[in-house]
């Protein structure tokens, strides 16, 4: 009598399983995953498949935060949401649902003459803005000067940076109207 398939698989050495599973996306490895705690538990397996499965879709955790600092429940817990959404998503009537509050700050020039400043969490660098100047600055406080410049922005209309409190990382988006900047070649 010839063996499922399934007990098959099970039946071999658990670093082949391993190797397999490596090479797999979120959705072929999440019923695998589950097949034996030494996989449900390998926070280096989840960290891993998360991190591919970012490079093509986004998961449930601020852009920057390294997911190989995670604990293995909080990284089942985000595959698990990226599961539910891609699932919802792909309903002909999707439900929104509300997962996570992020937190932002965002600033809107009343006049040409006003700036803005934002820390970068955990350093000592500052980015500040200005909507007459048309650049955007990152400051080490520490040495008091200017570490990085982007000039010719254009006219800030409004500034959002999320306070996600991760040291060392920030994220910054901004409208300008600076056309070629939102528009590349001029297209329209």
């Known amino acids: 009598m010839v063996a499922a398939p399934a007990s098959s698989f099970l039946e071999l050495p658990v670093d082949i399983h391993f190797e397999i599973l490596w090479h797999m996306d979120l959705r072929e490895a999440l019923p695998l995953l589950h097949s034996a705690s030494e996989f449900l538990n390998s926070r280096e397996l989840w960290s891993h498949i998360l991190h591919a499965t970012r490079k093509i879709s986004p998961i449930s955790c601020p852009p920057l935060e390294d997911l190989s600092l995670l604990t293995c429940s909080t990284l089942r817990k985000i595959a698990y949401r990226v599961i539910f959404l891609w699932k919802n998503w792909s309903l002909p009537s999707p439900k929104a649902r509300y997962w996570r509050r992020t937190e932002t ?3 809107k020039p009343a006049s040409t003459d006003e700036c803005f400043l934002a820390v970068i969490p955990g350093t000592h660098l500052v980015v500040t803005g200005s909507a007459a100047t048309e650049v955007i600055s990152c400051w080490d406080t520490k040495i008091g000067s200017c570490v990085g410049v982007m000039r010719d922005v254009g006219k800030l209309h409004s500034v959002s940076y999320p306070s996600y409190g991760v040291p060392g ?10 056309d070629s900047m939102l528009n590349p070649r001029g297209l329209r």
């Open 105 to 107: 700050r965002h600033y």
């Open 169 to 178: 990382r920030m994220v910054l988006a901004y409208v300008s109207s600076y």
